[in-house]
């Protein structure tokens, strides 16, 4: 239908959108064995955004989030997430873009333990320069993945200080072995 329609559709027939939501959300635990089967991942595990978790582990997102207001949200998607999350052992939630952002305190409001992946979008300072949303991630007892343009050892020093660095994987910008094993043998001496 698009995005514009959709969007519509929360006004003039949101019961219609409620039970489309309920039968998806019905259906989700059931593919999602189909799907685990098939993978042979209970038994292998789960790999995805280059980790791997030996149970259920999921990449999460939902980008209408951001063309939509916080009542529905809160009425049709968060609700959704919250018990998608209760699937899965390891989460790994994408927020993608500076339009996502508004609704960053309802997804830190999901409970447990997962990894925020802060994606800033085009044109925006990378990831690891947005300290205050990585601030309010971990303060909220999330994870994050750090990553981005400019991430060395340098960069990564200074984040080692300002956040919990046993709630952080880092996807570091390096550009030789040599400043691989440098990263390497800084964090094993500094964590």
């Not at 978790?53 to 919250?82: K, N, T, W, Y």
């Not at 998608?84 to 997804?107: K, M, N, S, V």
Request: hydrophobic share 40%; net charge negative; glycine share 8%.
């Amino acid at each position: 239908r698009g995005p514009e329609n959709f969007m519509m559709d929360l006004y003039d027939c949101p019961d219609l959108v409620e039970k489309a939501m309920h039968d998806v959300r019905r259906a989700y635990k059931q593919i999602l064995a189909a799907i685990a089967d098939a993978g042979r991942m209970n038994t292998w595990g789960y790999a995805n955004k280059g980790m791997w978790h030996p149970r259920s582990f999921q990449v999460v997102q939902s980008d209408v989030i951001c063309m939509m207001g916080s009542e529905h949200m809160r009425q049709f998607v968060l609700p959704a997430l919250q018990e998608e999350f209760t699937y899965h052992e390891g989460i790994y939630f994408h927020l993608d873009g500076p339009g996502a952002l508004r609704r960053l305190d309802d997804i830190l409001s999901i409970p447990g333990h997962w990894i925020l992946q802060w994606q800033p979008g085009d044109g925006q300072k990378p990831n690891w320069q947005w300290l205050d949303i990585l601030q309010k991630a971990q303060n909220a007892g999330k994870a994050l993945h750090v990553f981005g343009k400019g991430l060395n050892l340098e960069a990564i020093k200074t984040l080692h200080h300002q956040l919990d660095p046993a709630r952080v994987v880092y996807t570091p910008d390096l550009r030789s072995e040599t400043e691989a094993h440098d990263l390497l043998k800084w964090l094993t001496l500094n964590t």
